[in-house]
């Protein structure tokens, strides 16, 4: 799947133009990691934060994360540049991860808490985190929270509705827009 273009109010669409209000074909995209690097590596500070999300998933798959998907959200997913006259000073990311067995969430946070914590992974690596872990039961709680991302992002804070997008959780694949990131830094722009 492609990732739309900006609508003219200049953020994702929340529905793909064209489609009908009940398609399948809406927010949040479901797109691989090399096509956000595609289509958002276009200015310095975009490379730079792009950059910075590539790290953090990848410390994140080093601590045996066995799979699952992020969302892909904030200014960085708006053309901010135009909007406000500025680039993006970061990403949002929401990370639905699979626990690596044996360990529970709290060993798991206990032994990487940096990329656990919102203010440590906003500071090394633009990116404003948040984390739920997959495959335990699922709680009020859980569907409250899960319900304030889908809500939360899917409006920009004027009430104007946007899209975002889901990215694979996939080591092969950040490997593969890593070396996309570079080659399109080397190129000095987008393929």
């Known amino acids: 799947m492609t990732i739309p273009d900006w609508n003219s109010s200049l953020v994702l669409p929340p529905i793909r133009p ?3 209000g009940q398609s399948a074909d809406r927010s949040p995209y479901r797109v691989p990691i090399t096509a956000v690097v595609e289509r958002f590596a276009h200015t310095p500070e975009r ?3 792009l950059r910075g999300l590539l790290a953090y998933r990848k410390e994140l798959l080093g601590t045996g994360i066995e ?6 959200d904030g200014s960085f997913m708006e053309h901010k540049e135009e909007l406000e006259g500025r680039a993006p000073n970061d990403i949002d990311v929401v990370t639905f991860y699979h626990l690596p067995p044996p360990l529970t ?3 798991l946070i206990s032994s990487s808490p940096q990329l656990f914590d919102p203010v440590a992974t906003r500071a090394t690596y633009s ?3 948040l984390n ?3 495959g335990g039961k699922l709680s009020n709680y859980d569907v409250r929270q899960i319900s304030y991302y889908y809500s939360m992002w899917s409006h920009r804070r004027n009430g104007m509705w946007k899209g ?3 990215v694979d959780l996939s080591g092969e694949e950040n490997e593969r827009a890593i070396s996309l990131l570079e080659h399109l830094q080397r190129e000095g722009g987008r393929p």
Request: overall charge negative; aromatic content about 12%; some cysteine.
């Open 67 to 72: 799979g699952g998907f992020q969302w892909l």
């Open 105 to 107: 969430q709290r060993e």
């Open 164 to 166: 975002f997008l889901e």
């Open 127 to 129: 990116v404003d985190s």
């Open 47 to 49: 490379c730079n934060i």
């Open 132 to 134: 739920h872990q997959l």
């Open 18 to 20: 064209g489609q009908s």
